[in-house]
Structures are given as structure tokens and as C-alpha cells.
Nanobody
């Protein structure tokens, strides 16, 4: 069992930055690919970014590429999402998730993930 706890959300203005963190409970964290998803009110959960277990591969949704950066610190069992140049359309609850390691491009599929956090709210006003 892996428990994931997100933090770092908040309310910001368009153009601002936020860094989300996701702390994992398990020491085997380094064996998991990690992803960030988000869900806005009335919309389906959508993929944001993912990083391989080693940190050597990353994958981004087109809507955030060039603005968001995913990274991980395996000794600290933590994955991060640095969000720059935020837009109102980035407003959502952001979730981190853990998946057994595999092909990075398949991390776009939420069914790939075994564990999910409870989410952290990000609100961007114009």
C-alpha cells in the first residue's frame, strides 16, 4: 500500500507560480512511475504530467508543456510539480498518483495507476 499526500495548492493570480508536492509513505517509492492529474468542476480528470521511476523520462500534456515541470526526489519519497505562468484554465483539484514502472507514454491513462492521493486545490484568478 502506498499513501500519497499532496500539498502546495492555493489561490493565485494569472501569471503566478506554484509548486505542488506529493509525499509518498512507502520506501519503495523509487520503483513507481508518478503522475499528476487534475479535475476541474464539471469536467473529467485529465492527465497533466508524469515522470519515470528513475526520473530520466518525463511526459506532459500539451496544455502545460513549457509551463509545468515535474521532478522527483527519491530519497525524500517526494514528487513535485512546478507550475509557472498559471492561467485561469489551470484551476482544478490536482492529484498525484503512483503506477508500477512501465512505458512513459502510457502514463497518460489513469487506469495505469494503482494509488491516488486526495488532491490539492489550485485556483487561478484573472
Amino acid at each position: 500500500q502506498v499513501q500519497l499526500v499532496e500539498s502546495g495548492g492555493g489561490s493565485v493570480q494569472a501569471g503566478d507560480s506554484l509548486r505542488l508536492s506529493c509525499a509518498a509513505s512507502r520506501r519503495a517509492f523509487s520503483y513507481y512511475d508518478m503522475g499528476w492529474f487534475r479535475q476541474a468542476p464539471g469536467k473529467e480528470r485529465e492527465f497533466v504530467a508524469a515522470i519515470s521511476w528513475s526520473g530520466s523520462s518525463t511526459y506532459y500534456a500539451h496544455s502545460v508543456k513549457g509551463r509545468f515541470t515535474i521532478s522527483r526526489d527519491n530519497p525524500k519519497n517526494t514528487v513535485y510539480l512546478q507550475m509557472n505562468r498559471l492561467k485561469p484554465e489551470d484551476t482544478a483539484v490536482y492529484y498525484c498518483a503512483a503506477a508500477a514502472s512501465g512505458t512513459i507514454t502510457t502514463t497518460i491513462n489513469p487506469d495505469r495507476y494503482n494509488y491516488w492521493g486526495r488532491g490539492t486545490q489550485v485556483t487561478v484568478s484573472s
